[in-house]
């Protein structure tokens, strides 16, 4: 067992160029991390935490990751969810049988109060350890480590090799980024930075946009973000380090020490140092470093500027498609649009073990359409569309959020399952239009002394709890998305980012 002390924390070597000076400051335990600087500048209003570790997470059978869409966290990528650090901890949540939804910031919401209310579990989105955030939050156990680094506008026309040839130079950077942090730092040293604050929503590949159109002339990057970006985007010049081997780790409650041990020994799998304090990765890391930061051809593919006039609309290869559709049956096709998602991946080709078929996973025995035709992505969407709509009618009678979580659990386990699962609330002298008391009822079908007495029998009820669940959230996640991208588009600010929290 990995004990919660055992992981290195506060992990920091800074290297100073102006000419030959060198500062070297390394902290490996929580007895010699740095002294936090008085105060505390974060955007924090929530300070007493929920009551919520990992038995309630496991409970619940979710785990609800707060991070950014950015092509380093978390983005969508011809519909399917993908980035780092969405690949990395599906990966913890698949090993403890959970599901994983994204939690996305609003507009001046602080992801450590979305933490500390209960709304997420873990902040997962490149985040870098600092003393000031340790005041707020728990970090696990390292699982990457970033330089920082100054990039500059190549109008400038030169390529800076040290601090004190960007004498006069604005740096832009966010106020509650650990960029901040540390050009105060270079500054208390001496150093002639001249620090330029920008707004709290412009992210990190915002900034780098910014620069590269000569908005800004310079600001400040973790390596593995200016590595990606600079595969899409020209006009860069990357210029001196200022901090080296950040540590990047997942913030958590700091009353939630079962979930960090759980994390922990997950990360300890993929990540550590050896006896020389060298980083040694997994197959399985290594794979997801170059994937989105060191070869990263499908980022650069979609996030090239020159495809940036489509992706602000885009969700999933069918937009057009489903919208049309949608409209036909006056459904919303941003719920279409998640449902295909979780179905099929947006793959025309699919078929699952039960014989279900294309993008909307039909059952050909439950559709008067040819099985043939049903593999055409229109006519698998449309009799999607019309399955599901009888659904909604089915019960209409409900409020929209009872009626929608119902409509979807019938698409995917069939009314019968869910009629029994009524019958079975009611016995219980539950409310059975309640989504709540139908979820606790459906898996109750999985054990025997209930579903030997059901109508349809035995029912996998976690797997439809767990369907309507993740796309209730993945609906939410893409709404956000596309309110975010109309911003984006409207302001012209950055070809991908929302907020990143480095």
């Known amino acids: 067992m990995l004990s919660t002390k055992n992981h290195i924390v506060g992990l920091s070597r800074y290297i100073l160029l102006s000419g030959c000076s060198l500062m070297l400051l390394v902290s490996c335990s929580e007895t010699s991390e740095p002294t936090p600087r008085t105060g505390n500048s974060l955007s924090v209003s929530v300070t007493e ?13 979710i ?83 970033v330089d920082q680094l100054v990039v500059v506008s190549d109008d400038l026309g030169f390529e800076p090799e040290s601090i004190t040839e960007l004498e006069g130079i604005p740096i832009s950077v966010r106020r509650n980024s650990s960029y901040y942090v540390r050009l105060q730092e270079l500054k208390e040293e001496g150093f002639p930075i001249v ?69 922990n020994q997950f990360l300890y799998k993929h990540f550590r140092f050896n006896e020389d304090g060298e980083p040694k990765r997994s197959a399985f890391l290594n794979v997801l470093r170059k994937k989105y930061f060191e070869s990263g051809n499908q980022i650069a593919d979609y996030f090239s500027p020159n495809y940036q006039g489509n992706q602000y609309s885009t969700i999933s290869p069918y937009d057009e498609m489903i919208k049309q559709i949608a409209d036909e049956y006056d459904l919303d096709w941003v719920m279409l649009t998640a449902i295909a998602a979780q179905e099929s991946r947006f793959n025309p080709s699919s078929v699952s073990w039960a014989g279900a078929v294309g993008i909307m996973q039909v059952l050909p025995r ?21 399955i599901l709509k009888s659904h909604l009618k089915h019960y209409a009678y409900m409020d929209s959020t009872n009626q929608w979580s119902f409509a979807l659990a019938a698409y995917n386990v069939g009314q019968g399952h869910l009629a029994d699962a009524r019958r079975l609330a009611i016995d219980h002298n539950k409310d059975p239009n309640e989504w709540e008391n139908i979820s606790d009822a459906l898996l ?3 054990q025997r002394k209930y579903y030997q ?19 209730m959230n993945r609906y939410d996640t ?23 929290f480095n």
């Open 366 to 386: 439950f559709s008067e359409i040819s099985p043939d035709s049903l593999y055409i992505p229109e006519v698998n969407i449309r009799e999607g569309a019309k």
């Open 478 to 500: 893409y709404q956000t998305i596309l309110a975010y991208n109309e911003m984006k588009q409207s302001t012209g600010r950055g070809v991908l980012g929302i907020q990143t």
């Open 444 to 446: 109750k079908l999985m």
């Open 453 to 471: 007495n059901a109508r349809y029998g035995f029912c996998r009820g976690i797997e439809t709890v767990r369907y309507v669940n993740e796309i």
């Open 63 to 145: 785990l609800r990751m707060i991070t950014s869409y950015s092509s380093g966290s978390y983005f969508l990528y011809l519909g399917i969810q993908v980035g780092f650090e969405y690949e990395l901890l599906k990966a913890f949540t698949k090993e403890n049988d959970l599901a994983l939804e994204v939690v996305i910031p609003g507009p001046g919401e602080s992801p450590y109060d979305l933490l500390n209310s209960g709304r997420g579990d873990i902040i997962a989105a490149n985040y870098t350890i600092t003393p000031e955030r340790r005041q707020v939050v728990n970090f696990t156990r390292p699982y990457n480590l």
């Open 195 to 263: 620090i330029n604050t920008i707004p709290e929503d412009v992210d990190t590949e915002t900034a780098l946009f910014q620069v590269a159109d000569g908005e800004y002339q310079a600001t400040i990057a973790d390596n593995n973000i200016y590595d990606a970006a600079s595969k899409y985007m020209t006009g860069l010049v990357k210029g001196p380090l200022i901090a080296e081997s950040d540590t990047i780790a997942w913030a958590i409650r700091k009353n939630a020490p079962d979930l960090e041990h759980q994390l």
């Open 49 to 61: 935490p929920v009551e919520k570790d990992f038995a309630e997470i496991k409970n619940e059978g």
